[in-house]
Protein backbone atom coordinates (compact mmCIF):
# COMPACT_ATOMS: atom_id res chain seq x y z
CA UNK A 1 0.00 0.00 0.00
CA UNK A 2 1.45 3.39 -1.40
CA UNK A 3 0.36 6.93 -0.11
CA UNK A 4 -1.78 7.45 -3.38
CA UNK A 5 -4.04 4.66 -2.01
CA UNK A 6 -4.10 6.16 1.22
CA UNK A 7 -6.81 8.54 1.43
CA UNK A 8 -7.56 8.68 5.47
CA UNK A 9 -5.80 7.68 8.52
CA UNK A 10 -7.86 6.16 11.73
CA UNK A 11 -6.98 7.61 15.10
CA UNK A 12 -6.35 4.98 17.62
CA UNK A 13 -6.07 7.25 20.57
CA UNK A 14 -9.80 7.83 21.20
CA UNK A 15 -11.56 5.82 24.08
CA UNK A 16 -14.86 5.59 25.20
CA UNK A 17 -16.26 7.98 26.79
CA UNK A 18 -20.01 6.79 26.77
CA UNK A 19 -22.23 9.87 29.07
CA UNK A 20 -19.26 11.62 29.94
CA UNK A 21 -18.45 12.52 26.31
CA UNK A 22 -20.79 16.15 26.32
CA UNK A 23 -19.38 16.41 29.71
CA UNK A 24 -16.20 16.21 27.77
CA UNK A 25 -16.98 18.23 24.67
CA UNK A 26 -18.44 20.92 27.12
CA UNK A 27 -15.07 21.50 29.00
CA UNK A 28 -12.80 21.09 26.09
CA UNK A 29 -15.45 24.30 23.98
CA UNK A 30 -14.75 26.49 27.25
CA UNK A 31 -11.70 25.77 27.78
CA UNK A 32 -11.13 26.75 24.08
CA UNK A 33 -13.28 29.64 24.28
CA UNK A 34 -11.52 31.40 27.11
CA UNK A 35 -7.93 30.90 25.19
CA UNK A 36 -9.63 33.02 22.31
CA UNK A 37 -10.99 35.42 24.89
CA UNK A 38 -7.80 35.94 26.30
CA UNK A 39 -5.16 35.71 23.84
CA UNK A 40 -7.22 38.16 21.91
CA UNK A 41 -7.84 40.52 24.83
CA UNK A 42 -4.20 40.86 25.63
CA UNK A 43 -3.43 41.53 21.67
CA UNK A 44 -5.98 44.12 21.49
CA UNK A 45 -4.85 45.97 25.06
CA UNK A 46 -0.83 46.08 23.87
CA UNK A 47 -2.33 47.07 20.42
CA UNK A 48 -5.00 49.65 21.16
CA UNK A 49 -2.37 50.97 24.43
CA UNK A 50 0.25 53.24 23.28
CA UNK A 51 2.47 53.08 26.27
CA UNK A 52 2.61 48.96 25.37
CA UNK A 53 3.90 49.62 21.84
CA UNK A 54 7.67 48.43 23.25
CA UNK A 55 9.89 45.35 21.70
CA UNK A 56 8.76 43.16 24.35
CA UNK A 57 4.91 43.92 23.97
CA UNK A 58 5.52 43.69 20.35
CA UNK A 59 6.90 40.11 21.03
CA UNK A 60 3.90 39.24 23.20
CA UNK A 61 1.64 40.46 20.83
CA UNK A 62 3.55 37.81 18.04
CA UNK A 63 3.35 35.07 20.80
CA UNK A 64 -0.27 35.98 21.50
CA UNK A 65 -1.54 35.21 17.86
CA UNK A 66 0.72 32.29 17.78
CA UNK A 67 -1.51 30.67 20.76
CA UNK A 68 -4.67 31.66 19.22
CA UNK A 69 -2.85 29.89 15.94
CA UNK A 70 -1.89 26.90 17.41
CA UNK A 71 -5.16 26.41 19.31
CA UNK A 72 -7.05 26.77 16.32
CA UNK A 73 -5.11 23.91 14.36
CA UNK A 74 -6.06 21.91 17.33
CA UNK A 75 -9.25 22.65 19.36
CA UNK A 76 -11.97 22.54 16.56
CA UNK A 77 -10.59 19.15 15.45
CA UNK A 78 -11.04 17.26 18.85
CA UNK A 79 -14.33 18.79 19.33
CA UNK A 80 -15.37 17.13 16.29
CA UNK A 81 -14.10 13.79 17.21
CA UNK A 82 -15.28 13.69 20.90
CA UNK A 83 -18.96 13.83 19.95
CA UNK A 84 -18.25 11.13 16.79
CA UNK A 85 -18.21 7.60 17.02
CA UNK A 86 -15.77 7.50 13.85
CA UNK A 87 -12.71 8.35 14.74
CA UNK A 88 -11.04 8.85 10.75
CA UNK A 89 -9.67 11.26 8.86
CA UNK A 90 -8.77 12.71 5.43
CA UNK A 91 -5.04 12.43 4.15
CA UNK A 92 -5.23 16.20 3.27
CA UNK A 93 -6.38 17.07 6.61
CA UNK A 94 -4.28 15.14 8.65
CA UNK A 95 -1.52 17.44 7.05
CA UNK A 96 -3.00 20.27 7.04
CA UNK A 97 -2.98 19.78 11.12
CA UNK A 98 0.54 18.32 10.77
CA UNK A 99 1.60 21.77 9.60
CA UNK A 100 -0.55 23.95 12.00
CA UNK A 101 0.77 22.22 15.22
CA UNK A 102 4.40 21.73 13.65
CA UNK A 103 4.44 25.77 12.71
CA UNK A 104 2.82 26.63 16.23
CA UNK A 105 5.82 25.03 17.98
CA UNK A 106 8.77 26.16 15.76
CA UNK A 107 7.12 29.38 16.18
CA UNK A 108 7.02 29.18 19.95
CA UNK A 109 10.29 28.13 20.26
CA UNK A 110 11.69 30.70 18.35
CA UNK A 111 9.53 33.20 19.69
CA UNK A 112 10.64 32.30 23.76
CA UNK A 113 14.08 32.55 22.08
CA UNK A 114 13.73 36.43 21.04
CA UNK A 115 11.91 37.69 24.17
CA UNK A 116 15.03 36.32 26.15
CA UNK A 117 17.69 37.46 23.75
CA UNK A 118 14.97 41.29 24.24
CA UNK A 119 15.83 41.17 28.00
CA UNK A 120 19.50 40.46 27.42
CA UNK A 121 19.75 43.82 25.83
CA UNK A 122 17.11 45.32 27.88
CA UNK A 123 18.75 43.84 31.37
CA UNK A 124 22.57 44.08 30.15
CA UNK A 125 22.42 47.21 27.55
CA UNK A 126 20.19 49.54 28.15
CA UNK A 127 21.60 52.29 26.90
CA UNK A 128 21.84 50.80 23.43
CA UNK A 129 18.30 49.15 23.75
CA UNK A 130 16.47 51.64 22.37
CA UNK A 131 18.48 52.29 19.17
CA UNK A 132 19.10 48.20 19.09
CA UNK A 133 15.18 47.20 18.79
CA UNK A 134 13.75 49.29 16.34
CA UNK A 135 9.93 48.96 15.37
CA UNK A 136 11.70 48.03 11.79
CA UNK A 137 13.63 45.22 13.41
CA UNK A 138 11.02 44.14 15.61
CA UNK A 139 9.01 43.75 12.28
CA UNK A 140 11.65 42.10 10.78
CA UNK A 141 12.44 39.62 13.38
CA UNK A 142 8.57 38.68 13.67
CA UNK A 143 8.51 38.23 10.00
CA UNK A 144 11.57 36.27 9.39
CA UNK A 145 10.74 33.98 12.23
CA UNK A 146 6.74 32.93 10.87
CA UNK A 147 8.35 32.43 8.17
CA UNK A 148 11.20 30.41 8.29
CA UNK A 149 9.19 28.13 10.72
CA UNK A 150 6.32 28.04 7.62
CA UNK A 151 9.53 26.61 5.51
CA UNK A 152 11.02 24.14 7.79
CA UNK A 153 7.78 22.90 8.00
CA UNK A 154 7.02 22.86 4.74
CA UNK A 155 9.84 20.95 4.44
CA UNK A 156 8.64 17.99 6.89
CA UNK A 157 5.42 17.66 4.70
CA UNK A 158 6.95 17.08 1.39
CA UNK A 159 9.43 14.38 3.40
CA UNK A 160 6.25 13.06 4.87
CA UNK A 161 4.12 13.23 1.14
CA UNK A 162 6.87 11.40 -0.64
CA UNK A 163 6.84 8.01 1.92
CA UNK A 164 5.35 4.69 1.04
CA UNK A 165 2.85 3.68 3.82
CA UNK A 166 1.78 -0.02 4.88
CA UNK A 167 -0.75 1.25 7.28
CA UNK A 168 -3.01 3.80 7.96
CA UNK A 169 -3.60 3.64 11.72
CA UNK A 170 -2.62 6.55 14.17
CA UNK A 171 -2.33 6.04 17.87
CA UNK A 172 -3.06 9.61 18.64
CA UNK A 173 -6.18 11.96 19.03
CA UNK A 174 -4.77 13.96 16.16
CA UNK A 175 -2.11 13.65 13.77
CA UNK A 176 1.51 13.50 14.11
CA UNK A 177 4.19 13.27 11.60
CA UNK A 178 6.15 11.05 13.54
CA UNK A 179 2.77 8.12 13.54
CA UNK A 180 3.10 8.53 9.69
CA UNK A 181 6.65 8.33 9.58
CA UNK A 182 6.05 5.14 11.57
CA UNK A 183 3.55 3.65 8.92
CA UNK A 184 6.02 3.60 6.51
CA UNK A 185 7.38 0.56 4.83
CA UNK A 186 10.20 1.85 2.92
CA UNK A 187 13.31 3.77 3.77
CA UNK A 188 12.72 6.67 6.06
CA UNK A 189 16.82 7.71 6.20
CA UNK A 190 15.74 10.97 4.70
CA UNK A 191 13.20 11.50 6.71
CA UNK A 192 15.23 10.84 9.68
CA UNK A 193 18.26 12.87 8.60
CA UNK A 194 15.59 15.73 7.78
CA UNK A 195 13.80 15.27 11.54
CA UNK A 196 17.17 15.54 13.50
CA UNK A 197 17.95 18.66 11.54
CA UNK A 198 14.84 20.24 12.58
CA UNK A 199 15.24 19.14 15.95
CA UNK A 200 18.48 21.15 16.11
CA UNK A 201 17.47 24.33 14.23
CA UNK A 202 13.59 24.53 16.38
CA UNK A 203 15.22 23.52 20.08
CA UNK A 204 18.90 23.13 20.63
CA UNK A 205 19.29 26.60 18.60
CA UNK A 206 16.79 28.65 20.49
CA UNK A 207 17.36 27.28 24.25
CA UNK A 208 21.22 27.64 23.68
CA UNK A 209 20.53 31.10 22.77
CA UNK A 210 18.18 31.19 25.61
CA UNK A 211 20.56 29.88 27.77
CA UNK A 212 23.36 32.18 27.09
CA UNK A 213 21.33 35.38 27.51
CA UNK A 214 20.52 34.10 30.72
CA UNK A 215 24.17 33.69 32.45
CA UNK A 216 24.38 37.02 31.03
CA UNK A 217 21.39 38.48 32.80
CA UNK A 218 22.33 36.59 35.66
CA UNK A 219 26.18 37.95 35.89
CA UNK A 220 24.58 41.68 35.29
CA UNK A 221 22.11 40.84 38.52
CA UNK A 222 24.27 39.64 40.98
CA UNK A 223 26.92 42.62 40.10
CA UNK A 224 24.07 45.14 40.06
CA UNK A 225 21.83 47.10 41.88
CA UNK A 226 18.70 46.12 43.68
CA UNK A 227 16.77 48.26 40.90
CA UNK A 228 18.70 45.62 38.28
CA UNK A 229 17.04 42.61 39.93
CA UNK A 230 13.72 43.21 40.44
CA UNK A 231 13.50 44.77 36.61
CA UNK A 232 15.02 40.88 35.66
CA UNK A 233 12.45 38.75 37.81
CA UNK A 234 9.60 41.12 36.85
CA UNK A 235 10.19 40.70 32.98
CA UNK A 236 12.26 37.34 33.18
CA UNK A 237 9.94 35.01 35.71
CA UNK A 238 7.12 34.99 33.27
CA UNK A 239 9.06 34.15 30.38
CA UNK A 240 11.05 31.48 32.02
CA UNK A 241 7.86 29.78 33.31
CA UNK A 242 6.29 29.86 29.78
CA UNK A 243 9.80 28.40 28.60
CA UNK A 244 9.61 25.20 30.77
CA UNK A 245 5.60 25.07 31.11
CA UNK A 246 5.83 24.47 26.81
CA UNK A 247 9.27 22.40 26.90
CA UNK A 248 8.01 19.88 29.31
CA UNK A 249 4.90 19.45 27.38
CA UNK A 250 7.34 18.97 24.22
CA UNK A 251 9.39 16.52 25.64
CA UNK A 252 5.98 14.52 27.13
CA UNK A 253 5.29 14.33 23.32
CA UNK A 254 8.54 13.46 21.73
CA UNK A 255 8.99 10.69 24.67
CA UNK A 256 4.95 9.14 24.16
CA UNK A 257 6.03 9.39 20.02
CA UNK A 258 9.46 7.64 20.18
CA UNK A 259 8.83 4.91 23.27
CA UNK A 260 6.45 2.41 23.33
CA UNK A 261 4.31 3.48 26.27
CA UNK A 262 1.28 0.79 25.60
CA UNK A 263 1.50 0.11 29.58
CA UNK A 264 0.82 3.01 30.28
CA UNK A 265 -3.03 4.30 31.15
CA UNK A 266 -5.14 5.34 28.06
CA UNK A 267 -5.88 8.62 29.16
CA UNK A 268 -2.67 9.32 31.10
CA UNK A 269 -1.23 9.25 27.32
CA UNK A 270 -3.56 11.70 25.51
CA UNK A 271 -3.28 13.94 28.40
CA UNK A 272 0.40 14.03 27.92
CA UNK A 273 0.46 14.51 24.30
CA UNK A 274 -2.21 16.91 24.46
CA UNK A 275 -0.64 19.12 27.68
CA UNK A 276 1.81 21.51 25.24
CA UNK A 277 -0.82 22.47 22.78
CA UNK A 278 -4.03 23.07 25.30
CA UNK A 279 -2.06 24.21 27.94
CA UNK A 280 0.27 26.83 26.64
CA UNK A 281 -2.03 28.84 25.06
CA UNK A 282 -3.93 29.34 28.40
CA UNK A 283 -0.51 29.75 30.41
CA UNK A 284 0.78 31.87 28.72
CA UNK A 285 -1.94 35.13 28.73
CA UNK A 286 -2.75 34.22 32.64
CA UNK A 287 0.60 34.28 32.63
CA UNK A 288 1.68 37.30 31.54
CA UNK A 289 -1.50 39.26 32.12
CA UNK A 290 -0.71 38.76 36.01
CA UNK A 291 2.60 39.44 36.49
CA UNK A 292 3.59 42.32 34.00
CA UNK A 293 2.30 45.20 36.03
CA UNK A 294 1.95 47.64 32.65
CA UNK A 295 -0.78 44.87 31.25
CA UNK A 296 -2.38 43.94 34.21
CA UNK A 297 -2.86 47.81 35.11
CA UNK A 298 -4.55 49.00 31.62
CA UNK A 299 -6.73 45.39 31.84
CA UNK A 300 -8.20 46.61 35.45
CA UNK A 301 -8.62 49.92 33.65
CA UNK A 302 -11.07 48.15 30.69
CA UNK A 303 -12.98 46.50 33.73
CA UNK A 304 -13.50 49.07 35.79
CA UNK A 305 -14.79 51.15 32.45
CA UNK A 306 -16.60 48.31 31.27
CA UNK A 307 -18.54 48.36 34.79
Sequence with gaps: MNLTQVTYFTLAGYFETRVFKHLLF????????????????????????????????????????????????????????????????????CFLQIYCVYSYTTIEFFTLAIMSYDRFLAICYPLQYSTCMTFNRIAILIAIMWLLAFLIVTGTIVCSLSLKLCGNIINNVYCVNYSIVKLSCGDTTPNNIYGLFVTMV?????????????????????????????????????????????????????????????????ILRVILSLYFITCQPLFNPLMYGLRLSKIRHVCKCLLRFDM
Design 26 to 93: LILLCLYVFIIVSNVLLIVVICMTRSLHEPMYLFLCSLFVNELYGSTGLFPFLLLHVLSDIHTVSLSL
Design 202 to 266: VVFVPLTLILFTYVKILKVCFSGCKQIRQKAVSTCTPHMASLLNFSFGVCFEVLQSRFDMSSAPN
